[in-house]
């Protein structure tokens, strides 16, 4: 397998998350279990590189995931017990990806590490049955090969991210298969938007700016445990969760107060054609996301305060499930 095929790992768990990449989870060697799901208040459980984070994604389900052979390009099914992606920042333009890939066996993670063939500026390291790659090849990325070479892990412990996070729902209908939280920083949205336009890139900074953008958190959701092989194919095929039983939710948490939030929100999305709408006590703007090709995703958006929520689903009475269930 090579590195191109080791990033096919990212796709299913990445859905509409802030379109990021994320995956891994840890050191091998602590005295706490690690929670059975990526539950918010469980992540304060989870083992990260002891280095400054912009980025932090974990994904894992009820019972292990299989990735088939065909999305991996190996001759093999893999079972993976969980996933995260760690993003490390440096200055304003410097920024490194770190990717941990547990698996159920130490034998199936020795085995597929033997078959990952790097390409220039990824690093790869076996530990057990973890698989950790680093992407990058500047100071962020050193700091990073640097943290896991010598098993310098610790207790996720961002606070305004975990009080961010803990405000999703999480359990029931709500079943949480992967969570990303990011802080937009100069380092991490020059990444992300690397390939755009100057257009594009120039919008986005406007907004990040205008809303004073201080944390992002997101949620994949699905009542049950999601078939990777059905959701690798619709997002080569469309890029498109119209068709598939899951749901996005995400979080946007403003600098600004809420009383100046609220009406600039408003405004835009009344611009971008989303209507106000009422569901129980709640006041909901409701709209739609075309996604590429003819499917267009129904997308709520619901203001509290200085936070904004965004639920999208293919199946509209999901998105209302999962935007009345927020945490207040």
């Not at 993003?87 to 590490?113: I, Q, R």
């Not at 090969?145 to 209908?173: M, Q, V, W």
């Not at 899951?246 to 009406?263: A, D, E, M, R, T």
């Amino acid at each position: 397998m090579n590195a191109k095929s080791a990033r096919k790992l990212l796709i299913p768990f990445l859905v509409l998350l802030l379109a990021t990449p994320i995956i891994g989870v840890g050191c091998q060697e602590t005295e706490r279990e690690l929670p059975e799901a990526p539950s918010p208040s469980a992540l304060s459980a989870t083992l990260v590189p002891n280095v400054p984070l912009d980025l932090y994604v974990y994904c894992k389900q009820d019972s292990p995931t299989r990735i088939p052979a065909e999305v991996l390009d190996t001759s093999y099914d893999i079972n993976v017990d969980s996933l995260a992606v760690w993003g490390v920042p440096e200055g304003d333009n410097d920024f490194a990806l770190g990717m941990g890939v547990t698996l159920t066996s130490a034998s199936d993670a020795s085995k597929l590490y033997d078959e990952i063939t790097l390409e220039e500026g990824i690093w790869k390291k076996l530990s057990d049955n973890t698989i950790y790659l680093v992407y990058g090849s500047g100071i962020a990325a050193e700091s990073l090969r640097r943290a896991i070479s010598n098993n310098d892990f610790k207790h996720y412990d961002d606070s305004e991210c975990l009080n961010a996070a803990a405000t999703l729902p999480s359990g029931g209908e709500t079943k949480l298969a992967a969570i990303t939280l990011a802080k937009p920083s100069k380092a991490l949205t020059g990444f992300m938007t690397q390939d755009l336009d100057p257009e594009a890139v120039g919008m986005i900074n406007m907004i990040l700016t205008i809303a004073n953008l201080k944390v992002i958190a997101a949620g994949l959701y699905s009542p049950h445990q999601i078939d990777i092989a059905e959701l690798a194919e619709a997002m080569e095929n469309h890029g498109s969760i119209a068709d598939l039983d899951l749901g996005v939710l995400i979080l946007v948490k403003s600098g600004l107060p809420g009383f100046l939030l609220k009406p600039a929100i408003g405004e835009f999305l009344e611009e971008a054609e989303f209507t106000e709408t009422s569901l129980g006590e709640l006041t909901l703007y409701r709209g739609t996301f075309d996604a590429d090709g003819d499917d267009s995703i129904p997308v709520l958006i619901r203001i509290e305060g200085n936070y904004m929520f965004a639920a999208l689903s293919g199946q509209e009475s999901y998105a209302e499930t999962l935007i009345t269930s927020i945490r207040k």
